[in-house]
């Protein structure tokens, strides 16, 4: 049986540990350069070497030379050399290099030593680095690598006078081995360098991780649905901004979960009770306690305030769910404030000609950036709260204008107005001053949607001139667009 492991999965599969990454990151480039560093090193060792032993080269040449004869003249001088091997016995360091000479004319001539070694067809040095005529190189002799001296030595007797070529050749073992030796102890030094540095790597790890993985057990014991922010004191400065935005995030969480809980509780709260009378209604009709058409009335008008409650709580629900997405990312949506006012006022149109009102309405172009639903649910329920408790005949004057950089809606109505104890909890759900009414959920949404969107609302009664109370006066103040907002601070500067 298959199972499929998923997106997910395969990202937890090849996620890195912390440890894993930076031994990685810091040991690689170490390493690197530790490879880099060795063969640099034997390089240079091998380059002291030589400079070392190369005087060595040039004193057996030298010690050669002094064992050279001459008879004759230039051209015509003939060499003559007595040189026994044990003589360069004293110049070897150990058994394990091995030194072998020549000595021949300028132009080749063997005059003794070993014939098999290669003659020397190159030239002195413009600067040679000793003071004498001398030539180092490297060369192959019986099938090992071997590092060759030249010296051109004058060579003068009581019976003439003539030029000797002195090549001395010696292998290579010891230089190697002690190149070898310096590349293996400076290896080994460096190899226990980077078992520190890993050590160091595991153990600053080991201790960095420590408040990530007590705030991880912490979690995994927390009760379920605890959605409380996480404390970690002694976590690192660089996951600071990670617990911060964890916290933000349970945060929203909490809040979602908080207004899922109050959508259900209030809407089994609140429609409970139409579907109950709804009930007894049907149940009245169905024995003929009342007249059909009074029951019918009856029963249409309970399905409409069932209606609205649910319309308003879903209304607020939806209100919340724009606010988590303004708040998770920058809305770039723009409302036109004066458009969507007359809008809404013309759909209530047939509402505020039944009751004979006194209407106005003016407007100046205002552009809020918001949600247009939002602009027009709020607008929706302001007018249908001022119409509701207007009587007939009354005046309802609407106003939308700039001022000081915001947006403003004003509503009034020639109403009864609101008084100071109910003021206090208008704005809170299911709070109407008239039961039958309206279900108290209109202001609250208005209050949301308000907010939501960073302004405010407020109710104030109107009075006529005797102090008496003619009316109420909803007024709106929502943030302009800014560059709007600039214009008008222009305008007025």
């Known amino acids: 049986m298959s199972t499929s492991t998923g997106p997910a999965s395969g990202r937890r599969r090849a996620a890195w540990s912390l440890r894993r990454l930076l031994l990685t990151g810091i040991l690689l480039p170490v390493l690197l ?28 040449a030298k010690s050669i030379s002094e ?20 003589a360069l016995e004293i110049f070897e360091a150990d058994n394990q290099s091995r030194m072998f000479y020549r000595v021949s004319t300028l132009d080749g001539a063997l005059v003794s030593g070993f014939s098999e070694l290669p003659v020397w067809h190159g030239k002195i040095p413009p600067r040679p680095p000793y003071a004498a005529l001398v030539d180092f190189y490297d060369d192959e002799f019986r099938g090992h690598p071997v590092r060759v001296a030249v010296l051109l030595q004058p060579v003068a007797s009581a019976n003439g006078r003539g030029m000797a070529v002195i090549q001395v050749a010696e292998t290579l073992e010891l230089r190697q081995s002690l190149a070898l030796q310096i590349l293996r102890d400076t290896l080994i030094r460096q190899a226990l360098l980077v078992l520190v540095v890993a050590l160091i790597v595991i153990i600053v790890v080991q201790r960095a991780t420590k408040p990530i993985r007590q705030l991880s057990e912490d979690l995994q014991e927390r009760a379920q649905g605890d959605l409380s922010p996480l404390d970690a004191p002694e976590a690192p400065r660089e996951i600071q901004p990670l617990l ?31 579907l109950a009378v709804l009930k007894v209604q049907v149940q009245s009709a169905k024995r003929g306690d009342i007249p059909p058409a009074q029951a019918f009335a009856e029963i249409d008008d309970t399905v409409d305030r069932a209606t609205r409650v649910a319309n308003q709580m879903l209304a607020l629900a939806k209100v919340e769910q724009l606010r988590q997405e303004d708040s998770s990312q920058p809305s770039t949506m723009l409302a036109q404030l004066d458009d969507i006012v007359r809008d809404v006022a013309l759909e209530l149109s047939p509402l505020i000609a039944d009751l004979d009102m006194d209407f106005g309405i003016e407007t100046q172009p205002c552009h809020v950036p918001a949600h247009e639903w939002m602009v ?17 005949g009354g005046r309802l004057q ?3 204008r700039q001022q000081d950089g915001m947006a403003l809606l004003s509503i009034e109505d020639s109403g009864s107005g609101i008084d100071d104890e109910l003021a206090q909890r208008l704005f809170q759900p299911f709070s109407a001053g008239n039961a039958r009414s309206g279900s108290g959920l209109g202001l609250a949404i208005c209050q949301e949607i308000v ?11 109107l009075h006529d001139i005797c102090g008496q109370v003619c009316g109420l006066r909803a007024l709106v103040k929502l ?15």
């Open 33 to 60: 350069l530790i490879a880099l560093n060795a063969w640099s090193l034997y390089q240079q060792t091998l380059s002291s070497l030589h400079t070392a032993y190369d005087r060595t080269l040039l004193a057996s």
């Open 67 to 86: 064992q050279i004869g001459v008879e004759g003249y230039d051209e015509k001088a003939h060499l003559r050399a007595m040189v026994p091997y044990s």
């Open 244 to 274: 911060d935005a964890t916290n933000q995030t349970m945060l929203r969480l909490q809040r979602l979960l908080s207004n899922q809980k109050r959508f259900v509780r209030d809407a089994s709260h609140q429609l409970r009770t139409p």
């Open 376 to 392: 027009r649910e709020l607008t929706r329920n302001l007018l249908h709260n001022a119409l509701r408790h207007t009587p007939r």
């Open 398 to 400: 609407v106003d939308v």
């Open 451 to 461: 907010q939501t969107l960073g302004g405010q609302i407020e109710l104030r009664n």
């Open 479 to 493: 943030p302009l667009q800014h560059a709007e907002a600039q214009s008008l601070d222009t305008q007025l500067s």
